[in-house]
């Protein structure tokens, strides 16, 4: 008798992202037919994506730490007692057992051994040791222990108070800035992140003025008005010119003491007199718009560098983190819904017109002094300026349905050139990413400078999600890049988000397309740079709150949903019945993670007997799962940056589908980047 022959390895690399429309005889190996919450690695594989968590400033939940506390004679304790030792240590209760407490916020003096530990005035308690800060006696206490820290930390953060959405924020100067309405409805309030929470910015006022020929104003002179007195906060110079003594424009200025301005003469300190053209008007903003920001610098100091925004139901307005500046354009209905900086002239969009204000100038909107206006003849979604020369640029108008390109430096050399007009662009989906990327009707699309006839070319790279994006399309909200990461991220109403991995082969730009399910549907999405070179991505959501991505173990206290549906893969030989033996999954990570295995055979054929369940994952989303039998077993991978997890995997079929799912809120990311199948040919299909 021969002898028999050895398994056949095959090694299946994880790649290619996220498939719906390919028949399944025809997608690729390692590409995915079904995806949640996994996002494709730019260096190869899958991983499960990281947690979100809650923010305004305080301490981060997943900054948490705990304290592992051995204990003799416990009596009694609660989890949220504080246990206090009699030397004064102190810390909130996150476990209790028959040997040991865990706790977490403990103060900074240890606890001692032998002490008496209280919760209030009775005893409970003798301390064995002085507490072991993550001393966890395993990899999953240890895991499940720091989310129950974070939980603790979670419950102290609170939103801007308000009510409704969040409506937009931004990152400056190491600070987030937020706006949300007011309780009641009836106008707009801004907060900003302390290291105590929201704190809210104060509004201040407005007031006319004209002056003759004298130095600029400095901002905090005091005006005054007989016995009215205020603190000058920003000069908005809208025509004239100090030195020529026609200036003219407005104040900001705090809330006046002593009373109201009135139209007439001022002065201001250093005895400049100035003229008030009527009662001071507190700034204030409606409630209801979409924020949008640009930062940009018209000074060309360190401290000019500001914030420019608009939200569609206010005027646009200029702020530092400490004064808002609204800026007036003339127009009758003054509320731009969208904003960017092209050749240091400030633009606006007012539905389907472009304008901009002066060169330099962001508070001029007087086409005598270098402003314009461009009717595009369709509602303006947004801009994405592009590549040019050092005297010329190149800026992207997108419409709905159209996309032009304004080329020139300023009003005397603007040239608009039609790109295409079945190429537009939903609104909040333009970003500039490895090239410029935004939704269009198409799908997802790229925009890049080209050698081709007018200078650019475009892409739609979501082909293979097309049907899923046709449904998703109009619920669009937001959008932003992972520079980490190379992605571009389109978030949608419903709580869906598209992640677009952009990686370079020797074939070029390749895209690779992953889905995600937020528990906290996006409202607004602003990804910035810190002064560190570290990248932080946060967003609001229809609760109001503020959360940063790329944080904690959890959808925000929620367990993160996760699953992998492996293309079928008849490994070289669709027409082939294989006996399958075993299947060995490469695994890297950073912590404590853990995860179901299963597969399908032949496209879970009832024809073909499927592997018996061994054990069952619990908490699946509808519609995840085929309806044929699969095999589950248990892996626990907890501690190796780089680990092979190996599972039996008997069956007979002509293909084979591997399958990868969890839930958890305490478990970190991993990525999975392939497996390796041993199996053997066993007849031809007849």
């Not at 390692?30 to 494709?40: C, D, F, K, V, W």
């Not at 705090?254 to 250093?270: K, M």
């Amino acid at each position: 008798m021969g002898q028999a022959k050895p398994p056949i390895p095959a090694m299946i690399q994880f790649k290619g992202g996220l498939d719906q429309e390919t028949p399944p005889l025809l997608l690729p190996s390692g590409m995915l037919r079904q995806s949640l919450n996994y996002e494709a690695d730019v260096n190869g594989g899958y991983a499960r994506t990281k947690g979100y968590e809650i923010f305004n400033g305080n301490t981060s939940p997943s900054s948490a730490v705990y304290t592992y506390l051995e204990c003799t004679s416990i009596t009694g304790g609660a989890v949220g007692d504080t246990l206090t030792g009699a030397g004064g240590a102190t810390g909130k209760i996150i476990v209790v057992a028959a040997t040991y407490f865990v706790v977490t916020k403990r103060n900074a003096t240890a606890y001692v051994i032998g002490e008496n530990l209280n919760v209030g005035a009775g005893t409970i308690a003798v301390a064995s040791t002085v507490g072991v800060v993550s001393g966890a006696p395993s990899t999953l206490l240890h895991a499940q222990w720091m989310n129950l820290a974070a939980d603790v930390y979670r419950a102290d953060i609170a939103p801007p108070t308000g009510s409704g959405s969040n409506l937009g924020g931004i990152r400056f100067g190491g600070v987030l800035y937020t706006f949300r309405n007011n309780a009641g409805g009836t106008a707009a309030d801004v907060w900003k992140s302390t290291a105590s929470g929201w704190s809210q910015v104060t509004l201040f006022n407005e007031i006319g003025f004209t002056v003759g020929a004298v130095a600029v104003p400095a901002e905090g002179a005091t005006l005054t008005q007989g016995g009215v007195t205020a603190t000058l906060k920003r000069v908005v110079l809208t025509s004239g010119t100090f030195a020529g003594g026609n200036a003219a424009g407005r104040f900001i200025i705090s809330n006046p003491a002593g009373g109201n301005f009135a139209a007439g003469a001022a002065t201001l300190t250093g005895g400049v007199t100035c003229t008030l053209s009527a009662v001071q008007t507190a700034i204030a903003l409606l409630p209801g718009g979409r924020y949008e920001f640009i930062v940009e610098n018209f000074g060309g100091t360190v401290a000019t560098k500001r914030i420019y925004g608009v939200d569609g139901v206010n005027r646009g307005f200029e702020f530092d983190g400490t004064v808002l500046v609204p800026i007036t354009t003339g127009m009758t209905a003054d509320t731009p819904n969208h904003v960017i900086s092209h050749k240091k002239q400030l633009c606006y969009a007012f539905g389907a017109s472009f304008q901009h204000a002066a060169p330099g100038t962001p508070y001029i909107w007087s086409a005598v002094l270098g402003a314009s206006e461009i009717g595009m003849g369709d509602t303006i979604t947004g801009f994405a300026i592009q590549p040019g020369s050092e005297t010329s640029g190149a800026m992207a108008i997108f419409t709905r349905n159209l996309t032009s390109i304004l080329y020139g430096s300023g009003v005397g050399t603007w040239n608009l050139v039609g790109y295409r007009e079945e190429i537009g662009a939903y609104p909040y989906t333009i970003q500039n990413a490895a090239n410029t990327m935004f939704l269009d009707d198409q799908g997802v699309t790229t925009f890049q400078t080209s050698q081709a006839f007018g200078n650019f070319a475009h892409n739609a790279v979501s082909a293979r999600l097309k049907s899923w994006l046709n449904s998703q399309r109009t619920k669009a909200v937001a959008s932003c890049v992972s520079r980490d990461k190379s992605q571009y991220r389109l978030f949608f109403s419903d709580g869906y988000a598209l992640y677009v991995t952009f990686a370079q082969t020797a074939k070029g730009t390749a895209y690779y397309l992953t889905s995600m399910l937020l528990l906290n549907p996006v409202t607004w999405v602003y990804s910035s740079e810190e002064t560190d070179g570290s990248e932080t991505i946060f967003f609001g959501s229809t609760d109001g709150n503020v959360y940063q991505m790329e944080k904690g173990t959890s959808f925000d206290g929620g367990a993160i949903e996760h699953y992998l549906y492996l293309a079928w893969d008849s490994l070289k030989s669709p027409r082939t019945i294989k006996n399958f033996y075993d299947c060995t999954m490469e695994i890297s990570g950073s912590g404590y993670f853990e995860f179901s295995f299963a597969y399908a055979l032949g496209y879970s054929s009832s024809d073909i007997v499927q592997p018996t369940p061994q054990s069952a994952v619990t908490s699946f989303s509808a519609g995840g799962w085929d309806a044929a039998g699969v095999v589950w077993d248990m892996g626990v991978w907890d501690g190796q940056t780089l680990m092979p997890s190996h599972f039996d995997m008997p069956g007979e079929a002509e293909n084979i589908s591997l399958i990868i799912t969890g839930s958890s809120d305490y478990c970190e990311t991993a990525r999975f980047s392939g497996a390796l199948i041993h199996y053997s040919h066993r007849r031809e299909m007849r």
